[in-house]
């Protein structure tokens, strides 16, 4: 997800979520072997992002730090999350289940 590509921005400002600046998107990549994450701020600007092993999903509420490759999240990332975007592809309906158990309370969104 990078500025070039605001509808999910959009849809996060303007809908039913209100977002507000200090909220974020976590967005997912999942596959069935290994899966990545990003952090967005309210502007669509990328904070963090990661790879982890796809069967380590529960543990990313814990501890991200093993899994980040740029950026750095900022204290408390998890609970400041306002959507959650999954991309639907290799596996995306499991892992949408999965992070529906593990990630509790957040509005899910599915894209392509």
Do not use: C, W
Not at 58 to 72: A, F, H, K, N, Q
């Amino acid at each position: 997800m990078d500025k070039s590509s605001p509808g999910v921005m959009a849809v996060a400002r303007e809908g039913d979520l209100n977002m507000a600046e200090s909220d974020f998107v976590l967005a997912f990549d999942p596959g069935r072997d290994k899966s990545g994450f990003a952090f967005v701020d309210f502007d669509g600007g990328l904070i963090a992002s990661g790879i982890f092993p796809t069967s380590e999903l529960e543990r990313l509420t814990d501890d991200l730090s093993p899994y980040i490759i740029e950026g750095v999240p900022p204290e408390n990332a998890i609970q400041r999350v306002k959507l959650i975007i999954i991309g639907n592809g290799t596996h995306s309906r499991e892992f949408a289940e999965r992070v529906k158990a593990t990630i509790t309370g957040h509005e899910i969104m599915t894209v392509d």
